[in-house]
C-alpha cells in the first residue's frame, strides 16, 4: 500500500493534496475567479457552429466532480446533437411553453419576466450545437434490480449543475439553464428509465455572432450575506 493511503473504518482514504497557497494569493484567486464568473450571462441567441466532441466530455466530468450525497452521483447527462431530437424536443418544449405563456404562468411571473423578453418560441433548442438534458436519479438499481437510496438528490444535482455551468464559462462557451414546464415529454423522448426524472435542460454553444442579454444588475454583498 502506497504511504499516503490509509484504511479508515475497513475502506482506503488517500492523503488531501491541498495547493497550500499564501493568503496573498487567495486573496488574488479568489477575486479573479469571481471577476471570471461575474460575467457568465444566460445567452439565448446561439450560433450553430459545432462544439468539438471532447469538449463536451471534459464539462460533463468537470460536473460530475461535483459533490453528492453519500457520493451517489444521482445525475444521468444526456448529450442531443441529433437534429431530428433536437427538433421533437424543440417542438414539444414550445407546445408546452405555448400554454405556460398563454395562461398557466399567471399574472406576477408574467410580469417577472418581461425584462427578460422570453416568449414561448424555443428556437435555441435547435440552433444550438449540443443540449444536455440533466436527470435526476431518484433512486439507482443494483446489477440486480434491487432499489437503492440515493440522497439529497436535488441538491446534489444542483450543485453539479452549478459545476457545469461554471466549466461551460470557462471554456468560453455560452449555456441557457432551461426549464421548460412539465418537463416529462423529456423522459419519453430519451426513453430515460422509471428511476430518472428531468431535472433542466441545457443548450450549450457559441453565441450568436450579435448577441444582446438583458442589462441586469446582480444584487450587492449586503443583500445577500449577513455575517454574526
Ligand atoms: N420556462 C419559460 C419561462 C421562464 C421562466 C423563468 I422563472 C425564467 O427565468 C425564464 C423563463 C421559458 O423558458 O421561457
Redesign the pocket.
Known amino acids: 500500500m502506497n504511504a499516503q493511503e490509509k484504511i479508515i473504518n475497513g475502506f482506503p482514504f488517500i492523503q488531501y493534496e491541498a495547493e497550500r497557497l499564501s493568503a496573498d494569493e487567495i486573496i488574488q484567486r479568489s477575486a479573479d475567479f469571481y471577476q471570471s464568473i461575474n460575467k457568465r450571462r444566460s445567452v439565448r441567441d446561439f450560433s450553430n457552429k459545432p462544439i468539438p466532441k471532447e469538449v463536451i466530455e471534459h464539462l460533463l466530468m468537470a460536473a460530475s466532480s461535483a459533490p453528492s450525497g453519500a457520493h451517489k452521483q444521482p445525475w444521468t447527462f444526456c448529450v442531443v446533437s441529433s437534429a431530428s431530437i433536437k427538433k421533437q424536443i424543440r417542438e414539444a418544449a414550445e407546445k408546452e ?1 405555448y400554454e ?1 405563456y398563454h395562461g398557466r404562468m399567471g399574472e406576477e411571473w408574467m410580469n417577472d ?1 418581461k425584462a ?1 423578453a ?1 416568449d414561448w418560441h424555443k428556437p435555441f433548442l435547435e440552433v444550438a450545437p449540443y443540449l444536455i438534458v440533466v436527470f435526476k436519479k431518484a433512486y439507482d438499481l443494483s446489477p440486480t434490480d434491487e432499489k437503492r437510496n440515493n440522497y439529497y438528490v436535488n441538491e446534489s444535482v444542483g450543485i453539479a449543475c452549478g459545476f457545469l455551468l461554471a466549466a461551460i464559462h470557462y471554456a468560453g462557451l455560452v449555456a441557457l439553464t ?4 412539465p418537463m416529462n415529454f423529456l423522459t419519453r423522448l430519451l426513453g430515460r428509465p422509471d428511476n430518472e426524472r428531468p431535472f433542466l435542460l441545457i443548450p450549450i454553444g457559441y453565441p450568436a455572432e450579435e448577441t444582446f442579454v438583458p442589462k441586469l444588475k446582480r444584487k450587492a454583498l449586503n443583500e445577500i450575506a449577513v455575517y454574526y
Open positions: 411553453e405556460s419576466l427578460l422570453t432551461h426549464t421548460p414546464s
